[in-house]
């Protein structure tokens, strides 16, 4: 799926739920602020920081809520929380919204989202074959083909 051919709303609070750490933000206009990062198990400091980036958005038509998890425990209980804050569900990558670039691995439904998505900002970026670091939790080392799919990469201790 091309990236730039998807139709997107200018306005999202975006979330990133990590093992450690989950990571919440304001995408506007391609544009990430108001970034906030949170301990994972930290219930009350989703909620607060969640409320306080939806309202600088506004409760307009076009704030919608993307997630991209690779914590189905954790986001077994930020879907509700999102839906009872802003009203409305909240997008998931890999569920609501499709990936966003194909992954070619044996298995890939064990390919976190947060690694396929790292992987096709960078593609978008560079337009052409490259590796992916990240550094978190742990490090992982990606590869993306020259036509944009991911084709998968190692997780080393962080």
């Not at 989950?22 to 989703?46: K, M, Q, Y």
């Not at 009872?84 to 966003?100: C, D, F, Q, Y």
């Not at 490259?130 to 190692?154: K, N, P, R, Y």
Request: proline share 6%; with cysteine.
């Amino acid at each position: 799926m091309d990236p730039d051919k998807q139709i997107t709303p200018r306005r999202y609070t975006v979330i990133d739920i990590g093992n450690s750490r989950i990571a919440l933000g304001n995408w506007e206009n391609a544009v990430v602020s108001d970034t906030v990062r949170i301990d994972a198990a930290d219930r009350d400091g989703f909620t607060a920081a969640l409320r306080t980036l939806h309202e600088k958005l506004g409760t307009q038509s076009s704030a919608l809520t993307g997630v991209a998890s690779v914590v189905p425990d954790a986001l077994a209980w930020i879907r509700p929380a999102v839906l009872k804050l802003t009203g409305r569900e909240a997008l998931v990558i890999g569920h609501s919204i499709p990936l966003p670039i194909p992954v070619q691995v044996r298995q890939p439904e064990r390919v976190g989202v947060d690694r396929v998505c790292a992987a096709a900002a960078a593609f978008r970026r560079v337009r052409a074959a490259c590796t992916v670091v990240q550094f978190g939790s742990a490090i992982t080392v990606d590869v993306v083909s020259d036509d944009g799919a991911f084709l998968g990469g190692a997780i080393l201790p962080g």
